[in-house]
């Protein structure tokens, strides 16, 4: 029944995630975790979820914004990541997931207050700000791994096009899971059993792949910008409850 249950959550993850790039996680997290422990959850999830970011960037390679992935984001991400874990080894302040959940839920508001009022899409962010949501991406990761909402934000603002904009998340999203598997295999979270349970996971991953890329496809770009700012606010509001209720 457990199984049953998250198969059901995955799905509707995976559908949401190959739609917009992003939102997997949170998904599963939100809805899964009301079960099983939230290392549980991941461990079954992230070998799946590495599967569907990896087809995402095969079969849709020539999307990437390869550019701004290897020159600006994965380079700032990752000396915040460094900074990050480093800090995480001295201290937890619980209390900085709360104030990241709040400053994200308000950006995702001014975004999606822009798009109601009739703005066109907003231009890309400064070059300093976008360094320092970057590097903080890379040092909420690093503590939590919860940094992907800024990253978000500033590839929503940087790539104008649906389909560069969900290929260049997945790419650097396979990048990031690719280190958190490792990861959980080397702390024994991820095993043979595991591994067993996430196989019975690859018909919604496939369900959900043709499914999102239907979603995808239908969106227009106006659209497309509202569901992305709504599902940050949604992620941001999840983490803001979880941060809470583990406070």
């Not at 984001?73 to 990541?81: D, E, K, Q, S, V």
């Not at 990761?141 to 904009?165: I, N, Q, S, T, Y």
């Amino acid at each position: 029944m457990i199984l049953a249950f998250i198969a059901a959550v995955v799905l509707l993850a995976f559908l949401v995630e190959a739609a917009a790039g992003f939102g997997g996680t949170v998904v599963t997290i939100a809805l899964a975790s009301q079960l099983l422990p939230v290392d549980d959850v991941l461990a079954r999830f992230l070998p799946v979820n590495l599967l569907l970011s990896a087809y995402v960037v095969a079969r849709h390679r020539r999307h990437v914004a390869v550019c701004l992935l290897l020159g600006r984001i994965l380079p700032f991400m990752g000396l915040g990541a460094g900074a990050g874990f480093a800090l995480a080894r001295l201290t937890n302040p619980g209390w900085l997931k709360i104030v990241f959940a709040v400053f994200v839920i308000v950006l995702s508001i001014v975004e999606l207050r822009s798009v109601a009022r009739g703005r066109g899409r907003r231009g890309p962010l400064s070059a300093p700000i976008a360094i320092v949501a970057l590097v903080g991406a890379g040092v909420l990761h690093g503590l939590f791994a919860c940094g992907g909402p800024l990253a978000v934000w500033v590839m929503g603002r940087e790539v104008e096009d649906k389909g560069a904009f969900r290929a260049t998340l997945s790419a650097l999203w396979l990048v990031r899971n690719l280190f958190l598997v490792t990861a959980y295999a080397l702390d024994a979270k991820i095993h043979v059993g595991t591994l067993r349970e996430s196989a019975l996971l690859l018909v919604p991953l496939a369900v959900g792949i043709a499914a999102g890329e239907r979603v995808h496809a239908r969106l227009s770009p106006a659209r497309f910008r509202v569901t992305v700012f709504v599902l940050l606010l949604v992620a941001a509001v999840a983490l803001l409850i979880r941060s809470l209720l583990g406070a």
